[in-house]
Nanobody, 120 residues
Framework: QVQLVESGGGLVQAGESLRLSCAASGSIFSITVANWYRQAPGSQRELVAGISSGGSTNYADFVRGRFTISRDSAKNTVYLQMNSLKPEDTAVYYC??????????????WGQGTQVTVSS
């Protein structure tokens, strides 16, 4: 079994920064892809950023240039540095991992979500 624990959300003013973390623990052989999603009230969950096992990254247009995804493979932890936050970034942020277990099977897991609120 694998657990993802998120941290780092909070309430900030527009223009400020936050750093989210998502730490995975359990039966993890390797992490293939790690993503951050977000979901605002009344909206669908949307992809914010992703990072592959090779370090390749991708970003949604609405965060490109402001957010940076990174990872510490030794700690099975992925980060989302969020700069120049806007009120429209307000949402619950979720991490999502595609990973391979020690049984060599592929799994995907979601974090519990962390609230990010940006005031104007």
């Amino acid at each position: 079994q694998v657990q993802l624990v998120e941290s780092g959300g909070g309430l900030v003013q527009a223009g400020e920064s936050l750093r989210l973390s998502c730490a995975a623990s359990g039966s993890i052989f390797s992490i293939t892809v790690a993503n951050w999603y977000r979901q605002a009230p009344g909206s669908q969950r949307e992809l914010v950023a992703g990072i592959s096992s090779g370090g390749s990254t991708n970003y949604a247009d609405f965060v490109r240039g402001r957010f940076t995804i990174s990872r510490d493979s030794a700690k099975n932890t992925v980060y989302l540095q969020m700069n120049s936050l806007k009120p429209e970034d307000t949402a619950v942020y979720y991490c999502h991992y595609y990973l391979r277990g020690f049984d060599r099977r592929n799994y995907d897991y979601w974090g519990q979500g962390t609230q990010v609120t940006v005031s104007s």
